[in-house]
């Protein structure tokens, strides 16, 4: 699907249904197909980056799981 780049959202988890369009109901850290727990994630986190709280290209999907794993550490697993 078509990416909107330069959207920003206010609340970023809108983003989920635009997200799953573009990329299918997949986990971007264990690369699983899943269909309950999946949710938007921040690449750089909100606490050291809240300026990019809201953008497009800092989100990714991610399984809840997965995702405490990552904690508050810049960038992906």
Do not use: M
Not at 15 to 36: D, M, Q
Not at 37 to 64: C, D, M, R, S
């Amino acid at each position: 699907g078509a990416s909107p780049r330069n959207k920003d959202y206010a609340r970023y988890k809108l983003a989920f249904e635009p997200l799953a369009a573009r990329v299918g109901h997949y986990c971007s850290y264990c690369e699983r197909k899943i269909n309950t727990y999946l949710a938007v994630e921040h690449i750089q986190p909100q606490k050291l980056y809240p300026h990019l709280g809201g953008t497009w290209t800092n989100f990714l999907l991610g399984f809840v799981n997965c995702n405490s794993n990552k904690k508050e550490t810049d960038g992906r697993l």
